[in-house]
Nanobody, 127 residues
């Protein structure tokens, strides 16, 4: 298993940008599909984006498509989420997650597809 640590959250004005990072431990990072989820208080964790182990395939929730970009640097054991045109409704705790199970990319929209989770980083958007 890998251990995941998110960073990069903070307060930003609506329309602004943030880049989240998720650093992973372990020597087999490239074998994991990596996802970003978000969760508001009292709500279920919601899928945002996923990237395959090689980085060649990505998939986004409709709510973030065109505004968020997921990427990874396997040499640095890090996955990123570039968030542009942020909206007040993007306010959430953002979590990264790792899945060691090979599957079609759309399978990873479910939180149950993931083996490991980070502790989250807070994103706040002021209107």
């Amino acid at each position: 298993q890998v251990q995941l640590v998110e960073s990069g959250g903070g307060l930003v004005q609506a329309g602004g940008s943030l880049r989240l990072s998720c650093a992973a431990s372990g020597r087999t990072f490239s074998s994991y599909a990596m996802g970003w989820f978000r969760q508001a208080p009292g709500k279920e964790r919601e899928f945002a984006a996923v990237i395959s182990g090689s980085g060649g395939t990505t998939y986004y929730a409709n709510s973030v498509k065109g505004r968020f970009t997921i990427s990874r640097d396997n040499a640095k054991n890090t996955v990123y989420l570039q968030m542009n045109s942020l909206k007040p409704e993007d306010v959430d705790v953002y979590y990264c997650a790792a899945s060691s199970t090979p599957h079609g990319i759309s399978w990873y929209v479910s939180a149950s597809a993931y083996d490991c989770w980070g502790r989250g980083t807070q994103v706040t958007v002021s209107s």
